[in-house]
């Protein structure tokens, strides 16, 4: 199955956009963590459907930190952990200008049905930007 098709299984599955990429972290290797998938689900609709900043932004974030953050007491982030959100950060506002801005408000500009075309591709031209972000600096 390719990414596109995993990822609109999810969305059929009633996941949202930084839940989708924190399960395809997750499932990266071959892990399950229904936990942190649940808490990825305050992201959802831009914070909670508040329709502030995009669930692809934030859950990119999150999915950067999955591979570079402190997770145990005797554990470092990557050195360059926040050069990479910042250049998440960077990109996705420049990605998002033709909607407006990066919150989900603007990226649907008030029509549900924006949902079905511009999140996934958003989420997965994020997806795509962490991927080559980790790879750069030698994560991945």
């Known amino acids: ?18 839940q989708i990429l924190l399960i395809l972290a997750l499932e990266s290797e071959e892990k399950e963590n229904p936990d942190l998938v649940r ?6 609709g831009g ?3 508040s329709g502030n900043l995009c669930g692809a932004l934030t859950g990119g974030a999150c999915f950067l ?6 997770g145990e007491s005797d554990e470092m982030e ?3 952990f926040n ?23 603007c990226i649907l500009a008030g029509d549900s049905r924006n949902r ?12 795509e930007k962490c991927m080559d972000i980790l790879e750069r600096n030698d994560v991945l």
């Open 78 to 80: 990557h050195p360059q």
């Open 1 to 18: 199955m390719d990414i596109l098709d995993r990822m609109l299984e999810l969305s059929q599955e009633g996941y949202f956009c930084a």
């Open 47 to 49: 914070l909670g459907n």
């Open 116 to 127: 079905l075309q511009r999140c996934p591709v958003i989420v997965n031209a994020v997806l």
């Open 65 to 70: 930190s999955y591979y570079t953050g402190k």
């Open 39 to 44: 808490a990825m689900g305050g992201l959802n």
């Open 83 to 105: 050069e990479m959100i910042q250049e998440l950060t960077e990109w996705f506002e420049e990605f998002t200008c033709e909607y407006g801005g990066n919150s989900c408000r």
